[in-house]
């Protein structure tokens, strides 16, 4: 059975929202370069809340805290943190990069998200 997640016209700009479900928590909800997701909403770098985040230009889910991206798709981290962040990015990115967001399956129907199962 599919849990109703949020309608298109219900996310903000930033392509990301945070959806509570009955079966996982809270979730990440968006869409990235046409395709709905869902995932973990906490950053694997320094916990950040990954909902109040936003869908970068390259499709990725970036972090508000430090600008850290995620594959929506694969959960892998494909930029470590920027900023004062920045040298040790590449360290970041490659032992955090074992740790994916874990990602839902969905599917868009009439304007609206749904978690599939």
Same mark, same amino acid.
């Given at each position: 059975?599919?849990?109703?997640? #949020?309608?298109? $016209?219900?996310?903000?700009?930033?392509? @990301?929202?945070? /959806?509570?479900?009955?079966?996982? *928590?809270? +979730? !990440? #909800?968006?869409? $990235?370069?046409?395709?709905?997701?869902? @995932?973990?909403? /906490?950053?694997?770098?320094?916990? *950040?809340? +990954? !909902?109040?985040?936003?869908?970068?230009?390259?499709?990725?889910?970036?972090?508000?805290?430090?600008?850290?991206?995620?594959?929506?798709?694969?959960?892998?981290?494909?930029?470590?943190?920027?900023?004062?962040?920045?040298?040790?990015?590449?360290?970041?990115?490659?032992?955090?990069?074992?740790?994916?967001?874990?990602?839902?399956?969905?599917?868009?129907?009439?304007?609206?998200?749904?978690?599939?199962?």
């Amino acid at each position: 059975m599919s849990e109703r997640l #949020v309608a298109l $016209a219900d996310l903000p700009e930033s392509g @990301v929202t945070s /959806v509570e479900t009955s079966a996982h *928590g809270r +979730l !990440a #909800v968006g869409v $990235a370069g046409g395709t709905p997701f869902a @995932v973990s909403p /906490v950053c694997r770098h320094l916990r *950040g809340d +990954l !909902a109040k985040g936003h869908v970068a230009d390259d499709g990725c889910l970036e972090c508000p805290l430090h600008a850290a991206r995620f594959d929506v798709a694969t959960g892998a981290m494909v930029r470590g943190p920027q900023g004062a962040f920045k040298p040790l990015a590449g360290v970041v990115k490659g032992t955090m990069g074992r740790m994916k967001l874990k990602t839902f399956p969905v599917l868009e129907r009439d304007g609206v998200i749904f978690l599939e199962g």
